[in-house]
């Protein structure tokens, strides 16, 4: 099979396609026939050799990936025979592998996938999906709110966007450039309020776009000056929720902040919810019921170098995803 080898720490050139032998599942494993692969932005560092603490330094050689969708090809000896042939979901953790055409998965990761949700959508909803779950928790939010959300464009922020809309929300989209525009403004929606960052005005033309509306809720993952100017909207009671950091600093918060207008400032980072997978399944539920329709970036399996950079470089536009050989860009969902 082929699938991305990784035998040295460093830039995004070092994730090579090669020929390698097909795994078989073990005790309390299945062997996945890959359609679709996510890439996350854990994994940049992972390849350059850190990675979050929960996480082991992997030992080279490796294939990284670690969330996969496809079919369940086999299935090892304890494992009910009857998730064979199945579609299927699974974040592997630590397992890793997803870069490939067949990737092993814990038998009890594995969430079964209706007809009606892609592979690369169900993708988004496991990795990237349950944080925005994580997320909505810390938020919140109500039909009540206004929301800002940050970094709209992006896999994160643009489900962050359609969830905040799906519970009654007002949606303030932030993105930056017009390049980024279209992920943003092809979720049509009475409520919703594109604003490019971009535009030094933009925040006079959010205020003018809200009619006067203050800001409730700021769900934040890019940081840096648009976070701050965000934050110094935010009305009296309202609150901050740091996702990230996707412009390489945090918000600046000083206490005067958070004393002068009562606004709360919290953060979903740093921890690890003990239920993650009842976060999985919340994120499918939301893709299948259409409340989130997440927004995909597809890469061949080959182009996985090319996927790495996008994110680092912050030119993806929605969860970045690899297709096999056997599953051609625009066609994973079938």
Known sequence: MKAIVQREFGPADVLVLEETERPSPGPGQVLVKVAAAGVHAVDTGIRQGYGPPTLPKPQLPMTPGREVAGTVEAVGPDVEGSWAGRRV???VGALSGGYAEYALAPAASLHALPDRVSFPAAIAAVGTGRTAQMVLN????TAEDVVIVTGASGGLGNQLMQLAHSLGARVAALYGGEAKREAVTAFRRDGLVPVDTSDAAWADLMKAALEGAAPTVVLDG?????????LESLAPGGRHVIVGWASGAPVRVATDDIVERSITVGSVLGGRPADLRTLETR???????????PLVDEYPLADAAAAHTAIETRRSRGKVVLLPAHARPGTAHR
Do not use: N, P, S
């Open 138 to 141: 810390a938020a919140r939010i």
């Open 283 to 293: 994120a499918l539920e939301a893709v299948a019921r259409g409340d989130a329709a």
């Open 222 to 230: 890019v940081g840096g000056d648009v976070a701050r100017t965000a």
């Open 89 to 91: 979901v699974a974040h």
